[in-house]
């Protein structure tokens, strides 16, 4: 077997997901599954995509249309690509690897935050490259003097930018983009921005360093549908670079999966000219659920910041002595809930856990009685 992978594990989210099934009657609350609907607009899109026939290839980039339309939808966050930067992609996750292939030769330095989504050391340690963690602060910020010193002393060819943040709900604000922008502006290095939450950002102004110009020449946007129109089954996403770079990362898409598949094409497209309200909907609820979620861990003891974007909340566990997968582990035997041990997030996960809020505020309620129980007895 390649080594490298031999080196990875299963994702942890995974890993807890499926030990639910296991467990009779028990509340998971670790999957990024949004309990909305797909809207009606883009199901029927889709029914009648199939109907007449659209089922064949697609150029390797997408269908035009879609590409347009979410150049227009980058534009109401102030990010400037054209029709001809953006490709459409098998989920993000496969904008994530063809990015990170495309790019990275063996031995190249990579910078990741700690903690994150696990895909992007995995990916990173898969195809060879010397996988570096960068720390965030105690509101889950980019450290910047942590990030200096790596970028002097490691020499990265790119760093992943995460926000809004899985596992911590953390986005990026104007003070942390213009800091970042005095640290990249001179240096070489290429920018993976994986912003697939952009959709659930619960701030009044949303914060992106492809917004400067002179930098997203060096930027590789990274975002998708599966969140934003509850999608997640039909994988469809989008990677958004200029033409020197998407050219090469378009080679790995080619011959990794040729297209994205049409039907799901078609369905995005509806989406972004028809569904924007249902986004919108969909947003204040997660709010609701948020509000209702932290307050409650707040009233049981836990130690946890307000997320403003996405949907999980990232407490800290108010046990000493236990690891992260103990804890979770022990409270998924004993009161059947299930949330994911922020190891699985990094290093620097140790300690916490993520709880996905994305679920009906009748499970949440539930879910966390439990816990409160789970900590009183234990």
Do not use: W
Request: overall charge neutral.
């Amino acid at each position: 077997m390649n080594t490298n992978v031999e080196n990875i594990e299963i994702s942890g989210i995974r890993k807890f997901s499926n030990k639910v099934s296991q467990v009779e009657g028990a509340l998971s609350l670790t999957l990024g599954q949004p309990d909305f609907k797909t809207p009606g607009f883009i199901k029927k899109a889709m029914i009648d995509s199939i109907e007449n026939d659209k089922t064949t290839y697609t150029s390797n980039a997408g269908i035009v249309e879609l590409r347009q339309e979410i150049s227009n939808y980058l534009k109401t966050f102030n990010i400037n690509f054209s029709t001809e930067d953006v490709c459409i992609t098998v989920g993000g996750s496969e904008g994530l690897y063809a990015a990170f292939q495309g790019m990275l030769n063996p031995g190249d330095v990579i910078l990741v935050p700690d903690p994150s989504y696990p895909a992007y050391k995995a990916i990173g340690t898969i195809i060879g490259a010397n996988v570096i963690e960068y720390k965030l602060n105690k509101e889950f910020l980019i450290d910047i003097e942590d990030l200096k010193g790596k970028i002097k002393k490691f020499n990265p060819k790119a760093m992943v930018l995460s926000y809004p943040s899985n596992p911590t709900g953390a986005v990026m604000t104007k003070e942390l983009r213009d800091n970042l922008y005095k640290i990249l502006k001179d240096e070489k290095l290429y920018i993976i921005t994986d912003e697939i939450y952009a959709s659930v950002c619960y701030e009044d102004n949303y914060y992106s360093v492809c917004q400067y110009e002179d930098l997203v020449e060096r930027c590789i946007y990274i975002s998708g549908f599966s969140k934003m129109f509850s999608l997640t089954g039909l994988r469809i996403g989008y990677i958004c670079c200029k033409n020197k770079l998407l050219n090469e990362i378009m080679k790995v898409h080619q011959y990794n999966v040729s297209c994205a598949p049409s039907v799901a094409q078609y369905g995005a497209l509806k989406g972004l000219t028809h569904c924007l309200n249902d986004v919108e909907i969909m947003k204040e609820e997660f709010k609701k659920r948020r509000d209702f979620v932290y307050s409650r861990l707040k009233e049981i003891g836990f130690q946890v910041n307000m997320p403003k974007g996405a949907f999980y909340i990232f407490p800290k566990i108010p046990k000493e002595n236990i690891s992260s997968n103990d804890f979770c582990v022990d409270l998924l035997n004993k009161e059947k809930v299930a949330c994911v041990p922020g190891s699985a997030f990094g290093t620097s996960g140790e300690g916490f856990m993520r709880i996905s809020y994305c679920y009906s505020m009748e499970e949440l309620k539930k879910a966390l009685n439990h816990i409160e129980d789970y900590l009183r007895k234990n």
